[in-house]
């Protein structure tokens, strides 16, 4: 292993920047120190304090990425398992050059940290470049920690961590014996001995989770060009015969393979990161659902630098932080830190980390602690109430004592969310939250959806049928008129019989030489033949016009394909998932949510909005695992 460690070096700056891009490049045969890297590819990458500003970490980043990216006939030439890049005075617009140096690493690095940087998400520019930082983790396998303490990151930045860290699958804690490993690595294990430890550890990089109980090689799942170049070329350990016996492997490298993204990380650093309240009510979600630090600590790789231990030390001792490391902040108020705390009593319930729950169980214990929080939960203050407006009654003595301590903490965590949410939409207004924005954003584009059928429609008036104008005749004077020269013997009935019944006379007619044309049968217009109701219908048009392929809504589309179709339009993939999309459309489809909202047209508009998305479940992040 090599530690390249830059901290004590008198220059700095972008120049400093330019020449570890040299020594990077140098890697790369056939540069001069290509030896030694296919020898020993393994690197630390410590620059702490160098003032490299953005264009020097620039630099640096671009060999950095043609480093990790080479992979030639001997293998590769840098794996990069530690970065350091601490108080370099690096900003947002570095974050997408970072973000390709962890996708890249991300089956190698061990730690990251970005701590005492000016990372700050402002702007809509910012917190694009974050959320593609933070998407840029999902592959990571082996990361230990990630430091973005002591940067004025601010509230937005959490809310998009919240949204990203929903998104990901969470994770199941898999025993080694639930494993199932390629044939290389399970005849490797049960011989206890490595004989090819090469082909170990392209079996272990390839690792992948499908599903909760489904591990495939990448090999297997055939993966297209552009993945396969990434998942078989870049991670690959070194192929030279000179390093077969110095490759270091974990005593069960495949175990460190069952979980990915950050849901993974054990521990995620932000004190001082100018969090106020709105950013610890996003903050409240993850710490509910992440594992316990000592849990996920079993599924990476040991540190055996003393330094990064008494570091996670330190989190566990002082802070009294488990895994998300929040304190010290002093943006919080002391409903915030309530609401944190709160969060930390009921993630033992919402994430058992001793056994695991199953799916099905955890589901069941969500929606029991979720069904008991709506009729306990909302204000147990006048303060909660003044903020959010609603008050909600507290149950019977009975139905209290039937709780148990999570579930009463849950309900008190609930509360609390409620009054910051209130307090949010009030001081600030429903733009600072994105999720907010696009849920009514949506609910406004289906109120246009009902038509005039259904119980759950709103009729639309139907233009009234003007009446006909009257005909006008001209003014003429009969009696100037001529006379006909012969008398008026009849019309020919052309219906009628050609020849008359005994004792009945008939008028006489012309004879002609040439028949009577035939009438012809008036062919219908389009029109006519789209308005008219046919007299018998086909089996699958009978299918089509009956549910669920027909529905009260417009066009008769059900209420899964309008749901697509607005969420495409608005691009709500982003920020809401399926089930929200769809509680979105139902609620303005349904007639009875109209009464829900007049009742509060009385209260201020932060209660009005508040209750609208509560009633949409649109109030926090959530996934579609």
Aim: hydrophobic content about 30%; some cysteine.
């Amino acid at each position: 292993m090599g530690r390249l460690n830059y901290t004590n070096r008198k220059t700095d700056g972008l120049k400093l920047g330019q020449i570890i891009a040299k020594d990077l490049s140098k890697r790369i045969p056939p540069g001069t120190g290509s030896k030694s890297a296919l020898r020993d590819p393994v690197v630390e990458l410590d620059i702490t304090g160098k003032a490299l500003g953005n264009q020097g970490l620039l630099d640096l980043a671009d060999a950095l990425i043609k480093s990790l990216e080479y992979d030639g006939e001997q293998g590769r030439v840098l794996q990069l398992e530690e970065l350091c890049l601490k108080a370099n005075g690096l900003d947002a617009t570095c974050l997408p050059a970072l973000a390709r140096i962890v996708n890249l690493a991300a089956y190698d690095l061990r730690d990251l940290d970005l701590s005492d940087n000016h990372f700050s998400i402002t702007t809509p520019d910012d917190a694009t470049a974050w959320e593609l930082f933070l998407t840029s983790f999902a592959q990571c396998r082996m990361l230990r920690r990630l430091d973005l303490s002591g940067s004025p990151l601010g509230s937005k930045a959490f809310e998009v961590l919240s949204r990203v860290y929903s998104g990901e699958p969470a994770i199941e804690l898999l025993s080694e014996d639930e494993v199932e490993l390629p044939s290389p690595i399970r005849e490797s294990t049960r011989r206890n001995t490595i004989e090819d430890p090469e082909s170990l550890s392209r079996h272990t990089r390839n690792l992948s989770i499908g599903s909760a109980r489904e591990i495939h090689t990448d090999d297997e799942r055939g993966t297209s060009a552009g993945e396969s170049k990434v998942a078989n070329g870049r991670r690959h350990a070194t192929k030279s015969p000179e390093t077969t016996a110095q490759v270091s492997l974990p005593d069960q490298p495949h175990i460190y393979m069952t979980t990915q993204g950050l849901r993974s990380v054990p521990y995620l650093v932000f004190p001082n990161t100018e969090m106020h309240d709105a950013g610890a009510l996003h903050l409240s979600y993850l710490l509910s659902r992440h594992h316990h630090p000592d849990t996920l600590l079993k599924y990476v790789p040991s540190t055996k630098a003393s330094q990064h231990i008494q570091q996670m030390d330190h989190y566990d001792k002082e802070t009294g932080c488990q895994g998300i490391i929040y304190l010290p902040n002093n943006g919080f108020s002391g409903p915030g830190l309530k609401m944190l705390e709160l969060s930390e009593n009921v993630r033992s319930f919402l994430v058992d980390d001793d056994k695991p729950p199953s799916l099905p169980a955890l589901s069941r214990a969500r929606q029991r602690t979720a069904s008991i929080s709506r009729k306990f939960s909302a204000t147990r203050a006048s303060s909660t109430v003044a903020a959010t407006g609603v008050r909600r009654p507290s149950g019977t003595k009975g139905e209290m004592d039937d709780l148990t301590d999570t579930e009463a903490n849950q309900i008190e965590l609930d509360r609390a969310r409620s009054r910051i949410q209130g307090d949010t939409l009030k001081d600030v207004g429903v733009q600072s939250n994105d999720l907010w924005r696009k849920a009514l954003r949506m609910l406004v584009v289906c109120r246009n959806l009902r038509t005039s059928q259904g119980d759950h429609t709103q009729a639309q008036p139907t233009p009234e049928a003007k009446p006909d104008p009257p005909l006008t005749t001209p003014d003429l004077n009969y009696s100037t008129l001529p006379k006909p020269s012969k008398p008026f013997v009849g019309y020919l009935d052309p219906l009628a019989p050609p020849f008359a019944a005994k004792g009945t006379t008939q008028p006489s007619t012309p004879k002609s030489k040439k028949p009577l044309p035939k009438l012809k049968t008036a062919t219908p217009s389009p029109f006519a033949r789209a308005t008219t109701s046919p007299t018998s219908v086909s089996p699958k048009t009978a299918i089509f016009n009956t549910k669920p392929y027909r529905s009260d809504l417009a066009k008769g589309l059900s209420e899964e394909i309008w749901a697509r179709i607005v969420g495409d339009c608005l691009e709500a993939d982003r920020f809401m998932s399926e089930r929200q999309q769809q509680a979105v459309l139902r609620w303005a489809v349904d007639r009875s949510t109209l009464a829900r909202e007049m009742e509060s047209l009385g209260k201020p508009e932060s209660v009005q909005i508040w209750k609208v998305l509560e009633g949409m479940s649109c109030l926090a992040y959530e996934s579609d695992a």
